[in-house]
């Protein structure tokens, strides 16, 4: 679910084990609740996602399409908002359906399941799945915990968390896999940004000189720490937007590919991938990278899906989520033509401040036509 | 300083006194600064600030006007920022200053002072004012300390802290005195809150409707909530606006008057206030209320400024200020007409989630000529 993150605030990480087992530092649970489960705990938020059709038709049909794996079974919902998933689960044949949800939106749900007359069939918990206890494990985990790029907010180490306490040795994950997509993309936002960067910066040095000249005060040793962060703000920031499918100029190819029935936190603290991409249009522009992800659920081997079901964020026109895609923009923008091969170094890492945000470090190099290529470019990226 | 404060998430505000000796409750530092501090942190905002000509005048002129307070003295500033009012009092003559900033905003204070070559008398102090320990009691106590409508973000607590704990029996503090004022207006935006508002309800009917119908949940049981959620999202809370005196259409009142030197916490805590506006324009409309303060740098009668200075932020054309004024609507509005009465009863209280945001309760009754009167109207209002 995309959602935001204070990206203000730390969140008190400290470098010691806790009790969720897998050496992940604590961090403060009030602040945890400020800087992020605030917004979920909103009805205007939690309806913005139930009316994203895609989200909503991939995981009904999910559901629906595959009752096999829910009748007179039992069933975990990991971040239940509104109940939704929940519902369905309990409506598809569960015998059981535990509904944990950390905000106080779990007394909504409460009154939904029972005005859905569910309430025999689901129990909703208002708590934290790493601390609540449920009097039984699960045949199912069904969770829809992707953030924006799939990692940010790193909800799913609360559903890893679920997962290793409460699922059976047989059970299945709603949804089964998981994959981080990158491609090439054309964008005019880049050169807005630098522009707003730009005025940002010849408003300062005016600023400056009037400050100087009204109120006697020097502020031109600000000049550095302001324009890093104006840089950050404006040109290193990642931007939400939902992509053309005509803005990506070359093929995507896979960061980082999940089961979600064996990835473990360490797997997915950090991402890192070479990949290779060429360039499909002719004579275009390479003004930054486009990522977003897709899931699927397709069951597990011993008890598949009757029907795998896809859930893709890739750039569409019909098709676009609420998640969008996340743009990192390149400063200046490069020529490039069909072709040509971009050799793309990818790392992304959580933040230090806040586990909920992500940094990325961007390396990429173009290889022309007969050989030529461009010094290599590095950059430095943030998802807030 | 206004700024953002986020309203969304508590900050665990328990009911034990603590050591700041005035019995009021222990808010989570860690959630105060993810909720509050962390804004301040950002050059961003402190240039805006540093930007407001208006509120930069009045500190100058009522620093640079009254030099025989600071020639020799002690200085303390409460939450410096940048360092400007510190640099100022130096500028001023003063001997020694203590710069007091909570976040790592200091970092680049120290920068600026050491700068400007004041590093000899500016000391900045990376710290709570509650928490540090100075070497000495100042003879004054400098801070801009004013959020929107005067107490929101609840600085001030801060400020009466530091003089309790370091200001001289003889000294002085700047400001010396605080007004909040409050007149009716009217407001072309009235109308549109309400259209936003049953705009967002009939696109929620239409969820409902549709989720139903396609995904066999009713939602109709949280009509309710989403309608209370929405109705104080675009009806009932307050709004930030630079009101035109054009708007103001009756004579204003002051709610409330602070002595800087004697006020308490729990003066503060609550501004109850019963007050009578007599309307000034003909067959108008009464759209709502507009709140504002201003503040007066007047010494203290042992000591006077030399030259008193004020600092407002009344609606005006030329002299608008980053502040601008708070402005609670009313649903629907009242016509009304010159020499009609208007009786306010206004009552503020800290919001129990958040104490750096208020709650607002705002009755009044209409007095037309000929004595006669509509019911009394009572609204709930936050301050956000």
């Not at 069939?121 to 199912?140: A, R, W």
């Not at 795998?308 to 989520?321: H, R």
């Not at 490069?334 to 961007?362: C, P, T, W, Y």
Request: hydrophobic share 40%; net charge negative; aromatic share 10%.
């Amino acid at each position: 679910m995309g959602s935001n993150v204070n990206g203000n605030a730390g969140d008190n990480v400290t470098s010691t084990s806790n009790g969720n087992g897998n050496g992940t530092a604590t961090v403060d649970k009030g602040v945890d609740f400020a800087n992020y489960f605030c917004t979920y705990a909103f009805l205007y938020h939690q309806k913005e996602m139930l009316s994203d059709r895609v989200r909503m038709n991939a995981y009904f049909n999910s559901v629906f399409n595959n009752k096999h794996h829910f009748i007179g079974k039992t069933v975990l919902d990991v971040g239940t908002g509104s109940g939704i998933l929940a519902i369905w689960s309990a409506q598809a044949g569960a015998k059981k359906v535990y509904a944990v949800e950390a905000t106080k939106m779990a007394e909504h749900a409460r009154e939904l399941v029972k005005a859905n007359n569910l309430q025999d069939v689901v129990e909703v918990i208002e708590g934290s799945v790493e601390d609540i206890t449920l009097p039984e494990k699960v045949d199912v985990i069904i969770s829809e915990w992707m953030g924006y790029f799939l990692l940010r907010e790193s909800m799913f180490d609360s559903v890893i968390c679920a997962r290793d306490r409460w699922l059976k040795p047989t059970g299945v994950m709603y949804p089964s896999h998981a994959r981080m997509w990158l491609a090439p993309i054309r964008s005019e936002v880049a050169d807005q940004k630098m522009g707003d960067y730009q005025g940002s910066m010849d408003d300062w040095h005016e600023f400056v000189t009037e400050t100087k000249s009204f109120y006697g005060v020097d502020m031109s040793v600000l000049t550095k720490p302001f324009s890093e962060e104006q840089k950050k703000y404006y040109l290193q920031t990642s931007l939400w937007n939902n992509l053309d499918p005509n803005q990506v100029v070359g093929t995507p190819a896979v960061l980082k590919e999940i089961d979600c029935l064996t990835v473990t936190v360490d797997d997915i603290i950090q991402v890192k991938a070479n990949i290779l991409s060429t360039v499909t249009k002719e004579d275009t522009w390479l003004c930054g990278f486009g990522g977003w992800f897709d899931v699927h659920f397709n069951g597990r081997p011993e008890n598949p899906a009757e029907c795998d079901v896809e859930l893709t964020t890739a750039p569409s026109i019909e098709y676009g989520t609420h998640w969008g895609q996340q743009v990192f923009l390149l400063h200046p923008p490069a020529r490039v033509n069909k072709g040509n091969e971009i050799l793309i170094n990818f790392l992304m890492n959580r933040s230090e401040q806040n586990h909920r945000l992500m940094n990325v470090d961007l390396g990429y190099e173009i290889k022309f036509s007969a050989g030529k290529m461009l010094p290599p470019v590095k950059n430095k990226f943030y998802i807030e």
